[in-house]
């Protein structure tokens, strides 16, 4: 995939995100973290189930977007629910960035069910207007 090519991918997420109606969807738990003694901030995103080739993840000036989708897995016909707490389907989770980051060094891993997102912190208080993708690192955990 050539630079154009992700670039329209990207342009179609985004577009996807502004288009969305509200309520749909579900929202996963996320906890921000500044961890200024290693320049870092760090986000991790509760995903449980979500399967890592549905995630996006992409930075603009003072948000980090996080688009994906958790599928249900099947159930028997013949069961009847009784409770039903876990969200399915897509999602898009925006979080506000309190400091300015470098787009460059950003890093992603996805593993156990959990997002880690690190995002360096910027020396200066520029905040470039360019949105970035961020690659996606898996860790796969044996069973």
Request: hydrophobic share 40%; glycine share 8%; aromatic share 6%.
């Amino acid at each position: 995939m050539d630079f154009d090519d992700r670039r329209s991918e990207f342009e179609r997420l985004f577009a996807e995100l502004v288009r969305r109606p509200r309520g749909g969807g579900w929202e996963p738990n996320a906890d921000v973290v500044l961890d200024e003694p290693n320049g870092n901030l760090i986000v991790t995103v509760e995903l449980a189930g979500a399967s890592s080739e549905s995630l996006r993840i992409a930075v603009d000036e003072r948000h980090l977007f996080i688009i994906g989708r958790r599928i249900q897995g099947t159930r028997l016909r013949s069961a009847s629910l009784l409770q039903k707490e876990i969200a399915y389907g897509e999602f898009v989770k925006k979080i506000h960035l309190p400091v300015a980051v470098q787009y460059g060094d950003v890093t992603a891993t996805y593993g156990d069910g959990m997002l880690t997102i690190a995002l360096p912190i910027a020396q200066t208080e520029y905040i470039p207007t360019a949105r970035t993708e961020i690659r996606l690192t898996v860790k796969r955990t044996l069973a």
